[in-house]
């Protein structure tokens, strides 16, 4: 009984270590510390709903429902329970899930404001979504926007002062003066806006689905990672390692946009990279290149703030063509989340992969797009709700039967914008600094120099920008949350 006692009280003192360290936003930590009190006492809803909302701080959406859950399991009447599963759902696009949350909560506490507000915006949501399902047109049948845009029928207006493309060619002194105006806050005059996203989809939808890159001797080739709509780091990255060009390529490695409230000067300025030389840059498709991330993380409400609704769907058709993955030289494989629930897979499978679509929820795409390592061998469930986690042993023998060396992946954001892993068979870059204005974090990105390829990671610290806030454009309901 003594004993008893004295593991709830241990457990209480971790639990206020764990708050404190919430409170400074070491969200990993708090975590290990809430794990700890679970550990000594398992009986708390408290310390369950406490690490789901600090899984729930690093976008562990998968981690936070399954500990929601356990706290509504130890006390069916802890409402915050609900609260956070609520949460949890929504952060993966899971409206109708998240709306039988969010009533529970209101049941729980009828005359909470809080819990009246979320639930209209929930509701909102829900009928919105219902909205669009009911009118919405098979993809087999509907006739890509892409198809209906004329951009040379587009006046400009005499006392538009911005860049102007010449022609049919988008020039370094184009994209050199529109990243000055997208600098100033200007906007790009909506008819090069639609010749740089038309002339970037024909290039895309082009390649194959794997990207093989050459590096020749003597060379060098950067990758960068999550970049999230932060344009004054991106413009950083230029300004450390120079601009994008054949004698200095990059490779984006997905999630260009959403978070970060300047997302489409991020991909005007990538797209327009593209068309000027596309041997200068590459790009690759990660989870946030969807529909389902872009209408509750901020892209979709920006360009519809800053182009119009046009645009919102030529984005998202743009964002099907992306490749998935790339491999420089036959020896370094490039992809933005990670490895696959089976092994055995071989690049030419890859290549092969049907990607013109929304990214479903399970098979090989998926698992690209969402996966992240895992520090134990073999395979475990995602900590993100979608994908899978996947331990050293699955890195080394996906290298071995596809004769390559090592998995470069982003994804994941890391206190010094990079971590090796599996035995420095797995490297993880992650770009943008200071993540959300919140996390604290470097960013990084990695010069391989062929022929050897040797990475060499060059970290970076966040640079000021003007003061819009990250989400300015999310989904009202998400925001509520941030």
């Known amino acids: 009984m003594a004993t008893e006692e004295h593991n709830v009280a241990k457990a209480e003192e971790f639990k ?43 976008e562990e959406y998968g981690s936070a429902i399954l500990d ?4 509504i399991e130890v006390d069916p009447r802890y409402s915050k329970g609900y609260y956070r599963r609520g949460a949890a759902h929504l952060g993966l696009g899971k409206f109708k899930e998240a709306l039988k949350d969010f009533q529970q909560v209101k049941k729980m506490c009828p005359n909470d404001p809080d819990a009246t507000k979320k639930l209209k915006e929930c509701e909102k949501a829900v009928m919105k979504l219902k909205f669009e399902e009911a009118i919405s047109v098979p993809g087999s049948v509907k006739r890509p926007i892409a198809e209906s845009i004329d951009f040379r029928s587009i006046d400009v207006e005499p006392q538009y002062s911005g860049a102007r493309i010449e022609g049919d060619v988008i020039t ?14 200007k906007c790009l005059h909506k008819r090069y806006a639609f010749q740089i996203v038309l002339q970037t989809k024909e290039m895309l939808q082009a390649l194959p689905s794997l990207v093989d890159i050459t590096v020749p001797h003597g060379k060098h080739f950067t990758v960068c990672g999550d970049v999230h709509g932060q344009f004054y780091d991106l413009l950083n990255i230029f300004e450390l390692n120079g601009l994008p060009s054949e004698e200095n390529p990059y490779l984006f490695n997905g999630d260009f946009v959403d978070r970060g409230s300047f997302s489409l000067e991020v991909i005007l300025t990538l797209f327009a990279f593209k068309c000027m030389s596309p041997s200068a ?29 046009t645009f919102v769907e ?44 929304e990214p479903p929820e399970e098979g090989l795409m998926c698992e690209l797009l969402w996966s992240d390592p895992q520090p134990l061998p073999g395979r475990g469930p995602s900590k993100r709700g979608v994908g899978l986690s996947f331990g050293g042993d699955v890195t080394k023998r996906f290298l071995k039967d596809n004769n390559l060396d090592l998995v470069v992946r982003s994804h994941e954001v890391k206190d010094e914008g990079y971590e090796i892993e599996h035995d420095g068979k797995l490297i993880t870059v992650f770009s943008a600094p200071n993540y959300c204005d919140q996390m604290g974090n470097k ?36 925001r509520m949350f941030s």
């Open 281 to 309: 840059i590459y790009l690759a498709r990660g989870n946030h290149e969807s529909k389902s991330m872009n209408k509750i993380y901020g892209f979709e409400g920006e360009v519809r703030s800053k182009l119009n609704e």
């Open 68 to 71: 929601a859950t356990k706290a």
């Open 314 to 357: 030529l984005f998202a058709e743009v964002f099907c063509c992306l490749p998935l993955a790339h491999v420089i030289n036959d020896k370094v494989f490039i992809v933005h989340g990670g490895l696959f629930s089976v092994d055995g897979v071989k690049l030419s499978e890859i290549r092969s992969i049907n990607r013109f679509c």
């Open 16 to 58: 206020v270590l764990a708050n404190e360290a919430f409170k400074d936003r070491k969200f990993s930590h708090a975590i290990d510390l809430y794990t700890q009190a679970i550990e000594l006492n398992g009986q708390s809803a408290v310390y369950f709903a406490n690490r789901a909302f600090a899984h729930l701080r690093l």
């Open 172 to 185: 370094l002194d184009f994209v050199k003066q529109m990243m000055d105006d997208f600098k100033k806050q």
């Open 443 to 478: 960013g990084a990105f990695i010069r391989f120099e062929a022929p050897d390829l040797k990475p060499n990671i060059i970290t970076f610290a966040a640079v000021p920008h003007p003061d819009v806030k990250p989400m300015a454009y999310a989904n009202n309901f998400l």
